[in-house]
């Protein structure tokens, strides 16, 4: 139990463009989401929590205009990175948590590359 | 936040007993400890989680001290598939995730035949 999946696992854009990554819980609700970031080498970094029916939490430094999340059902977020330019290629992992139950189940990540 | 200081890299061999230790001095009362395991572009996978003394199960212990300001995960026998990353979280259960959600730079290990 506790499966979260993404999609894509990974992706090639051309500058300019958006994507939308999705995140799914399988077999569990979940009532907050999170999304990560991580660069090569580099440990994850928090970029936004999201909670259904509600508007995100961005940390500071993450632009919430280029980085659109939804969070409409129990079951699935999405994030869109909106004109999208090579500094924003990067692995990008979700984690969702249930309402009881402490542990973050993590997502497989999408490695996002932007030409 | 309950910082979390880990060696950046460690090596052992293959069926070697290996202990990563991560330091919390600013734990509070209130947070519980836990160990994940990451591989190259996969999610980062539990592996334990502890509050005092010590737990245990089918891949892991985790010895925490009576001050718990560290821990130690211990891995038993590794093998070569234990190659990865090992990150150390800090943070409370009682739905503050503020602290649980700040990654170190996690301990990479390195196992070798």
């Known amino acids: 139990g506790a499966v979260v999946s993404q999609h894509p696992s990974r992706v090639i854009c051309k500058s300019g463009t958006s994507v939308k990554i999705e995140c799914r819980s399988l077999?569990?609700?979940?009532?907050?989401m999170f999304w990560y970031r991580q660069f090569p080498k580099q440990s994850l970094m928090l970029m936004a929590t999201?909670?259904?029916?509600?508007?995100?939490?961005?940390e500071q430094g993450v632009e919430k205009d280029k980085f659109l999340i939804n969070h409409a059902s129990l079951t699935l977020s999405t994030l869109t990175v909106t004109s999208a330019h090579p500094e924003d290629s990067s692995f990008y992992i979700c984690?969702?948590?249930?309402?009881?139950?402490?542990?973050?189940?993590f997502g497989p990540g999408t490695r996002l590359t932007v030409l | 936040l309950a910082k979390t200081t880990q060696p950046i890299s460690m090596d052992s061999y293959e069926g070697q007993e290996v202990n990563i230790t991560c330091s919390h001095n600013?734990?509070?009362?209130?947070?519980?400890i836990t160990w994940y395991q990451q591989f190259p572009s996969q999610g980062p996978r539990f592996i334990i989680q502890g509050y005092k003394t010590k737990v245990t199960n089918e891949v892991a212990s985790l010895f925490i001290p009576a001050d718990r300001k560290s821990s130690t995960l211990s891995l038993p026998r590794v093998s070569l598939s234990d190659t990865a990353v090992y990150y150390c979280l800090v943070g409370d259960q009682g739905g503050n995730a503020g602290n649980m959600l700040t990654f170190g730079g996690g301990t990479r290990l390195m196992v070798k035949p």
């Open positions: 077999d569990f609700q979940a009532t907050t």
């Open positions: 600013n734990i509070a009362t209130n947070d519980y």
């Open positions: 999201s909670n259904e029916g509600s508007k995100a939490t961005y």
């Open positions: 984690s969702a948590r249930r309402e009881t139950v402490y542990e973050q189940f």
